[in-house]
Nanobody, 121 residues
Framework: QVQLVESGGGLVQAGGSLRLSCAAS????????MGWYRQAPGKQRDVVAV???????NYVGSVKGRFTISRDSANNTLYLQMDSLQPEDTAVYYC???????????????WGQGTQVTVSS
Protein backbone atom coordinates (compact mmCIF):
# COMPACT_ATOMS: atom_id res chain seq x y z
CA GLN A 1 0.00 0.00 0.00
CA VAL A 2 1.69 3.19 -1.29
CA GLN A 3 0.33 6.70 -1.62
CA LEU A 4 1.88 9.81 -3.18
CA VAL A 5 0.48 13.10 -1.89
CA GLU A 6 1.28 16.30 -3.79
CA SER A 7 1.04 19.94 -2.73
CA GLY A 8 2.22 23.39 -3.76
CA GLY A 9 0.35 24.05 -7.00
CA GLY A 10 -1.53 27.25 -7.67
CA LEU A 11 -1.83 30.43 -9.70
CA VAL A 12 1.25 32.59 -10.26
CA GLN A 13 2.22 35.55 -12.43
CA ALA A 14 4.76 35.16 -15.23
CA GLY A 15 8.25 35.41 -13.77
CA GLY A 16 7.14 34.09 -10.39
CA SER A 17 8.02 30.91 -8.51
CA LEU A 18 6.34 27.84 -7.04
CA ARG A 19 7.65 24.87 -5.06
CA LEU A 20 5.90 21.52 -5.50
CA SER A 21 6.16 18.72 -2.95
CA CYS A 22 5.34 15.01 -3.17
CA ALA A 23 5.35 12.82 -0.06
CA ALA A 24 5.38 9.04 -0.42
CA SER A 25 3.96 6.90 2.38
CA UNK A 26 2.91 3.31 3.05
CA UNK A 27 4.67 -0.05 3.19
CA UNK A 28 7.76 1.21 1.38
CA UNK A 29 10.90 -0.88 1.32
CA UNK A 30 12.91 1.12 -1.22
CA UNK A 31 12.44 4.01 -3.65
CA UNK A 32 14.44 4.13 -6.86
CA UNK A 33 13.96 6.96 -9.36
CA MET A 34 11.42 9.73 -8.85
CA GLY A 35 10.18 12.33 -11.29
CA TRP A 36 7.79 15.10 -12.21
CA TYR A 37 5.56 14.95 -15.28
CA ARG A 38 3.11 17.48 -16.66
CA GLN A 39 0.11 17.52 -18.95
CA ALA A 40 -0.83 20.81 -20.60
CA PRO A 41 -4.32 21.46 -22.01
CA GLY A 42 -4.82 19.38 -25.15
CA LYS A 43 -1.39 17.74 -24.82
CA GLN A 44 -0.01 14.38 -23.72
CA ARG A 45 1.72 13.80 -20.39
CA ASP A 46 5.46 14.49 -20.73
CA VAL A 47 8.43 14.19 -18.40
CA VAL A 48 9.68 17.40 -16.80
CA ALA A 49 12.52 16.21 -14.57
CA VAL A 50 13.77 12.97 -13.01
CA UNK A 51 16.16 12.18 -10.17
CA UNK A 52 17.80 8.86 -9.33
CA UNK A 53 18.29 7.38 -5.88
CA UNK A 54 21.90 8.59 -6.10
CA UNK A 55 20.90 12.18 -6.86
CA UNK A 56 21.59 12.33 -10.61
CA UNK A 57 19.12 14.64 -12.40
CA ASN A 58 17.79 15.18 -15.92
CA TYR A 59 15.47 17.88 -17.27
CA VAL A 60 13.45 18.50 -20.38
CA GLY A 61 15.16 21.23 -22.39
CA SER A 62 12.44 23.83 -21.93
CA VAL A 63 12.91 23.98 -18.13
CA LYS A 64 16.69 23.75 -17.85
CA GLY A 65 18.06 26.62 -15.78
CA ARG A 66 14.62 27.43 -14.35
CA PHE A 67 13.46 24.27 -12.52
CA THR A 68 15.32 22.25 -9.89
CA ILE A 69 14.33 18.74 -8.83
CA SER A 70 15.48 17.40 -5.46
CA ARG A 71 14.58 14.71 -2.93
CA ASP A 72 14.73 14.10 0.79
CA SER A 73 15.34 10.36 0.93
CA ALA A 74 15.01 10.17 4.72
CA ASN A 75 11.42 11.43 4.48
CA ASN A 76 10.53 9.92 1.07
CA THR A 77 9.72 13.36 -0.29
CA LEU A 78 10.25 14.81 -3.78
CA TYR A 79 10.43 18.53 -4.63
CA LEU A 80 10.31 20.69 -7.74
CA GLN A 81 11.45 24.30 -7.39
CA MET A 82 10.06 26.26 -10.33
CA ASP A 83 11.49 29.73 -11.01
CA SER A 84 10.95 32.21 -13.86
CA LEU A 85 7.62 30.59 -14.64
CA GLN A 86 6.08 31.25 -18.04
CA PRO A 87 2.55 30.71 -19.40
CA GLU A 88 3.89 27.72 -21.35
CA ASP A 89 4.49 25.97 -18.00
CA THR A 90 0.75 25.89 -17.28
CA ALA A 91 -0.24 22.24 -16.78
CA VAL A 92 -1.27 19.59 -14.30
CA TYR A 93 1.92 18.34 -12.64
CA TYR A 94 2.18 14.70 -11.54
CA CYS A 95 4.61 13.03 -9.16
CA UNK A 96 6.00 9.61 -10.11
CA UNK A 97 8.06 7.13 -8.13
CA UNK A 98 9.48 3.66 -8.74
CA UNK A 99 8.96 1.78 -5.47
CA UNK A 100 9.56 -1.67 -4.01
CA UNK A 101 7.13 -2.46 -1.18
CA UNK A 102 7.60 -4.63 1.90
CA UNK A 103 5.14 -7.17 0.47
CA UNK A 104 6.40 -7.34 -3.13
CA UNK A 105 9.93 -7.79 -4.41
CA UNK A 106 9.39 -6.29 -7.87
CA UNK A 107 9.57 -2.59 -8.75
CA UNK A 108 6.33 -0.75 -9.58
CA UNK A 109 5.37 2.73 -10.78
CA UNK A 110 3.21 4.91 -8.55
CA TRP A 111 1.58 8.25 -9.38
CA GLY A 112 0.26 11.19 -7.42
CA GLN A 113 -3.15 12.72 -8.01
CA GLY A 114 -1.77 15.75 -9.87
CA THR A 115 -1.69 19.42 -8.93
CA GLN A 116 -2.66 22.36 -11.15
CA VAL A 117 -0.07 25.01 -11.98
CA THR A 118 -1.38 28.08 -13.81
CA VAL A 119 0.90 30.90 -14.98
CA SER A 120 -0.72 34.14 -16.12
CA SER A 121 0.78 36.53 -18.68
Amino acid sequence: QVQLVESGGGLVQAGGSLRLSCAASGSILQINAMGWYRQAPGKQRDVVAVITSGGSTNYVGSVKGRFTISRDSANNTLYLQMDSLQPEDTAVYYCNAVIRTKLRYSWNDYWGQGTQVTVSS
